[in-house]
């Protein structure tokens, strides 16, 4: 099992930033494929950005490319989404997931989910 704890959320200003953590326990998860998706009222949950433990391969939703960063600590077995430039459609709650085999982008690939942590950008 592995377990994933997400911290970081808030209430922003729109232009505003936020620096969102995932911390993962359990078994060994350096194998895994770490990622953010997110969820708004009312919305599927979303793909947001991925990146493998290496650190080599990052991967973003083009909603957000520019905006926002994916990065892993391996000795802290965390990772984070430094999320900059945050506009009003990145109001969601956003989540924390690791899988071995997944299709990145599609969340029913990936086997561990975090409780999910709230960000509101008020305009």
């Known amino acids: 099992q592995v377990q994933l704890v997400e911290s970081g959320g808030g209430l922003v200003q729109a232009g505003g930033s936020l620096r969102l953590s995932c911390a993962a326990s359990?078994?060994?998860?350096?194998?895994?494929?770490m990622a953010w998706f997110r969820q708004a009222p009312g919305k599927e949950r979303e793909f947001v950005a991925t990146v493998s433990w290496s650190g080599r391969n990052t991967y973003y939703v083009d909603a957000v490319k520019g905006r926002f960063t994916i990065s892993g600590d391996n000795a802290k077995n965390t990772v984070y989404l430094q999320m900059n430039s945050l506009k009003p459609e990145d109001t969601a709650v956003y989540y924390c997931?690791?899988?071995?085999?997944?299709?990145?982008?599609?969340?029913?690939?990936?086997?561990?989910w975090g409780q999910g942590t709230q960000v509101t950008v008020s305009s």
């Open positions: 997931a690791a899988g071995r085999a997944v299709v990145r982008t599609l969340p029913g690939t990936y086997e561990y």
């Open positions: 359990g078994r060994t998860i350096s194998s895994y494929t």
